[in-house]
């Protein structure tokens, strides 16, 4: 497949200017476009009984905009445009106006179209007049990407989508996504354009839509989006991919454009399935492609299209070494001028030189060289003494000011070898603190990895090992107690007691060391599990567990395991010494702070010999100060006492600090 470094649009234009040349088609049809809908849509025009049934006529005539010959449009625009300037129907006279922007479009006067659309935006709205309103936002999202106001065009549409789409205008919304797509596509951004014109083709499903994408443009656009794409993959296999999603999306537009007589549509879609027949074996039907597409655009006769297409084509063939072929377009370019269309003829002839010099052909190198100095005499006055005195003038001043210049530039040279110089220092240090940030945080890892190693190792050592042991213990009483082996049952009591406190730690401790971090939720099922466990002990009271947990925290196992004990703690000293009837415990946390209490309703103690006596008071001092909790005892009124934990979160006290 070639690429120069024209655009797909571009390239398939040459092709389609190549194809005119080899064919002999030396001149362009002056003969309207026609299609069976076109016909039938014309008579209605003519048979219209009154001016009413006419405007009506011509606003679906002019409909078939894309398939109509530029000057039938213009025939036929006009005269709705004159019609409606006596009609009080706002959107008749919209439409009108969308029609003639659309000729102004074709004839390339996109400015001039864009001021009209500006001006009747000022006079309708979505919620007033939806049909108009959306007819002519369409056209200004289109002559503002043609007029390469690209932000300005992507503003706009995005702005129509979010308006359409709380309106529900599933229309609308299909045309916004293509526009965005095709500004994209204007971009080179293949990815993004390529999304937004899937997102087209995905958004109004139903059949009824199939007409308006293609006449939008939809399947062309991602038929040829794909096809650009697979230029750019780098595997044999995406280019295959790439290469059949574009064959199918063309087709598909060659298919609807064929069934609904859109002249304009299936041109460009035929130019691109001939450009996409990379195969050789394929170069024939190509140049059938290619052939059609040429009658095509004879028909809806774009002059300045065309020679544009012949500009790049004659420097093409220029750059490519093709000199024969360069010649052939620049002089039917030129003929084309002749005629009477304006456009600048210097660059033909230059290029025509050229090609005649590549070629060996130096008469007419000569000759043409010759008829391009005569165009410039004719547009340049010769030049007198004194024009040629102050030309003088100006090419020493021009001298000096290059001199002044080429000083300026070396110093700018020298300033941007010190200003690499200095950027160069700055990466590598940059570079040397992120790879020293990056050997920290791996070192770090390898520090928390192993700790993570180590502390599952202990716990499969404490099952397997001590776990074992005492599980041996607990049942060599249960069988010393069977067979009535003590007398002394209080003993035996106790030891099994105590054998299933061991159980029941080593379990704990098993637990909290298996996990790398526990949550706020994960120790509250714990207690729950806990409180469960104890709760058929003492039925006299009830023990109750609340969570609160509005932000859940992570806590590390040692951590955890020092909370879980503190609440054990407390939950014993209560059960044991309150005379409580009611244990509530309550577990919360927020983006502040996290906070436990476990709370009864029994006689209370003395708060200043509570936080002194005892190991265990001491020992759940100890675990709150390890685990960064601040631990507090309080006595409730009328009865009661309150241990809480509590600790403002890190998060809080880093946007503090």
């Known amino acids: ?44 025009v003519a048979n219209a009984a009154n001016s009413l049934q006419k405007v009506d006529a011509l606003l679906q005539l002019c409909e078939e905009f894309q398939s109509m010959q530029i000057d039938t449009l213009f025939h036929y625009a006009s005269q709705l445009k004159q019609m409606t300037n006596a009609e009080t129907d706002q959107h008749q006279k919209i439409m009108a106006d969308v029609f003639m ?12 179209a864009l001021r009209i659309c500006n001006e009747d935006a000022k006079k309708i709205n979505y919620l007033t007049n939806p049909g108009s309103y959306a007819r002519m936002s369409m056209q200004k999202c289109y002559l503002l990407m043609r007029t390469n106001k690209r932000q300005e065009a992507l503003s706009y549409a995005y702005h129509f989508l979010t308006e ?29 354009a390529l999304q937004w014109f899937n997102q087209a083709e995905n958004t109004g499903i139903n059949k009824e839509f199939n007409e308006k994408k293609n006449d939008f443009g939809v ?49 460009r879609a035929l130019c691109m399935k001939a450009d996409a027949l990379e195969d050789p074996g394929h170069l024939s039907l190509a140049d059938n492609y290619l052939k059609e597409a040429i009658h095509l655009y004879d028909q809806l006769h774009d002059t300045l299209s065309i020679l544009n297409g012949i500009t790049a084509m004659s420097d093409y063939y220029l750059s490519s070494g093709q000199a024969e072929k360069g010649i052939k377009a620049c002089l039917q370019g030129i003929e084309i001028v002749k005629r009477g269309f304006n456009y600048p003829l210097a660059e033909l002839y230059w290029t025509l030189a050229q090609c005649y010099k590549n070629a060996g052909n130096y008469k007419s190198y000569g000759e043409t060289l010759t008829s391009l100095i005569n165009l410039n005499n004719v547009t340049y006055k010769k030049n007198s003494e004194q024009d040629l005195a102050e030309l003088n003038a100006k090419y020493e001043l021009s001298k000096k000011e290059a001199f002044i210049a080429k000083q300026k530039l070396e110093i700018l040279h020298k300033n941007i070898w010190d200003g690499f110089a200095i950027l160069f220092i700055l990466i590598i240090a940059a570079a040397t603190y992120i790879l020293f940030r990056a050997n920290r945080a791996r070192q770090k890892k390898a520090l928390r990895d192993a700790e993570e190693k180590e502390r599952k190792r202990i716990a499969a050592d404490l099952h397997d090992n001590i776990g074992a042991y005492a599980s041996a213990i607990s049942a060599g009483i ?3 107690e069977s067979k009535g082996l003590i007398e ?71 951590q955890a395991l020092h909370v879980f004990r503190i609440i054990q703690e407390a939950l014993q000293n209560a ?35 509570a936080l002194y006596a005892g190991n265990g008071l001491n020992n759940m001092k100890s675990r709150a100060a390890e685990s960064g909790f601040q631990l507090s005892f309080e006595k409730i009124s009328p009865g009661g006492t309150k241990i809480a934990l509590f600790r403002k979160n890190e998060q809080t006290k880093n946007n503090k600090n």
Request: include cysteine; proline fraction near 1%; aromatic fraction near 8%.
């Open 478 to 480: 249960d069988e010393i």
């Open 1 to 44: 497949m070639v690429r120069s470094k024209f655009s797909n649009t571009d390239f398939n234009l040459i092709k389609i200017i190549l194809s005119v040349l080899m064919i002999g088609a030396c001149t362009i049809s002056l003969v309207q476009a026609q299609t069976h809908k076109i016909d039938s849509l014309r008579k209605n």
């Open 101 to 112: 922007n659309e000729w102004l479009a074709r004839k390339n006067l996109f400015d001039s």
């Open 164 to 192: 359409s789409e709380s309106r529900q205008d599933t229309l609308s919304q299909i045309y916004c996504k293509y526009i965005i797509g095709a500004v994209y596509r204007s971009m080179q951004q293949t990815e993004s």
């Open 219 to 267: 399947y062309l656009q991602i038929g040829g989006m794909y096809n650009w794409r697979a230029v750019a993959d780098s595997t044999q296999q995406d280019i295959t991919a790439d290469s059949g999603k574009s064959i199918y999306y063309l087709d598909q537009a060659i298919t609807y454009s064929r069934r609904f007589e859109n002249i304009a549509v299936l041109a």
């Open 488 to 558: 002394d049952s209080s003993s035996v009591h106790n030891l099994k007691s105590n054998a299933t406190e061991i159980i029941t730690s080593l379990r704990d401790t098993i637990w909290a060391f298996n996990k790398e971090s526990i949550s706020l939720t994960g120790i509250s099922d714990r207690v729950k599990t806990y409180t469960q466990k104890i709760q058929p002990a003492y039925p006299q009271v009830f023990i109750g567990v609340e969570e609160d947990i509005a932000k859940e925290k992570k806590l590390s196992p040692v």
């Open 575 to 609: 059960l044991r010494h309150s005379n409580s009837n009611r244990i509530l415990i309550v577990i919360s946390s927020n983006d502040e702070s996290t906070a436990i209490s476990i709370e009864d309703n029994g006689i209370g103690f003395v708060a200043d010999a």
